[in-house]
């Protein structure tokens, strides 16, 4: 009797390390209902931020895909688009977006468009807006702008345009990481300043596409 309890509680520490790992990735949400279908279009790096081995846009275009591939509340597109469309349609005008876009998207009835617009890493100092801390050696800022647009009907619109800029803080440590060796596609690059400011901006960035999909479908 006492084995077959010890098996048991086994099981179920297995099966609850199964639903830990559960991706909801279907398309249809418990109610029945079909989620939003959302398209990702590559990233589009307008700043000076560059890295050693690896393409930033590129980057950023797979961890926001796979942020909503995971998502409970949005079904991600696999053909998230090209380049080229990703530019069509971030222009600074919404009334100028191309009525064609619809043709170029597939099933999407919603796109997101990111651009990464600065990257920049200071020396930090004294600053009145902030205590002074002596274990941190730099601040690394990130600024993304992000626009979520309804392609469902004939005219496309911007139902989602905002600037997201966020400061890290770097701790002296690690102020000279060597990314040649923890680069994007290691796990030593998610412990680095860089992978730890992109993971943030990445989440908000979904967090922002999830809240603003979901109340525009209803």
Same mark, same amino acid.
């Given at each position: 009797?006492?084995?077959?309890? +010890?098996?048991?509680?086994? *099981?179920?520490?297995?099966?609850?390390?199964? *639903?830990?790992?559960?991706?909801? $990735?279907?398309? =249809?949400?418990?109610?029945?209902?079909t989620?939003?279908?959302?398209?990702?279009?590559?990233? #589009? %790096?307008? &700043?000076?931020a560059?890295?050693?081995?690896?393409?930033?846009?590129?980057?950023?275009?797979?961890?926001?895909?796979?942020?909503?591939?995971?998502?409970?509340?949005?079904?991600?597109?696999?053909?998230?688009?090209s380049?080229? $469309?990703?530019?069509?349609? %971030?222009? @600074?005008? @919404?009334? /100028?977006? @191309?009525?064609?876009?619809?043709? %170029?998207?597939?099933?999407?009835?919603?796109?997101?468009?990111?651009?990464?617009?600065?990257?920049?890493?200071?020396? =930090?100092?004294?600053? &009145?807006?902030?205590?002074?801390?002596?274990?941190? /050696?730099?601040?690394? &800022?990130?600024?993304?702008?992000?626009?979520? +647009?309804?392609?469902?009907?004939?005219? @496309?619109?911007?139902?989602?345009q905002? #600037?997201?800029?966020?400061?890290?803080?770097? &701790?002296?440590? =690690?102020?000279?990481?060597?990314?040649?060796?923890?680069?994007?596609?290691?796990?030593?690059?998610?412990? $680095?300043?860089?992978g730890?400011?992109h993971?943030?901006?990445?989440?908000?960035?979904?967090?922002?596409?999830?809240?603003?999909?979901?109340?525009?479908?209803?």
């Amino acid at each position: 009797m006492g084995r077959i309890i +010890i098996l048991l509680a086994a *099981a179920a520490i297995l099966c609850s390390g199964c *639903a830990n790992n559960y991706r909801d $990735t279907t398309l =249809y949400q418990r109610s029945g209902r079909t989620k939003p279908i959302v398209a990702v279009m590559p990233v #589009i %790096n307008s &700043s000076d931020a560059d890295t050693p081995t690896w393409d930033v846009a590129l980057e950023l275009t797979e961890e926001i895909r796979k942020r909503i591939f995971d998502s409970p509340k949005l079904y991600l597109l696999r053909d998230g688009g090209s380049v080229v $469309t990703a530019q069509e349609l %971030n222009t @600074p005008d @919404p009334s /100028g977006l @191309p009525k064609n876009a619809r043709e %170029n998207l597939g099933a999407a009835e919603f796109v997101v468009v990111a651009e990464l617009i600065d990257q920049h890493e200071t020396s =930090y100092g004294l600053d &009145s807006n902030r205590p002074f801390l002596e274990e941190v /050696g730099s601040v690394l &800022s990130v600024a993304m702008r992000i626009r979520v +647009i309804d392609v469902r009907k004939g005219e @496309p619109q911007v139902i989602l345009q905002e #600037i997201i800029n966020q400061d890290h803080m770097v &701790s002296r440590p =690690y102020l000279k990481t060597d990314y040649t060796k923890a680069h994007w596609g290691t796990e030593a690059f998610d412990r $680095t300043p860089l992978g730890l400011a992109h993971s943030k901006v990445v989440r908000e960035i979904v967090s922002r596409v999830e809240g603003y999909v979901v109340a525009r479908k209803g």
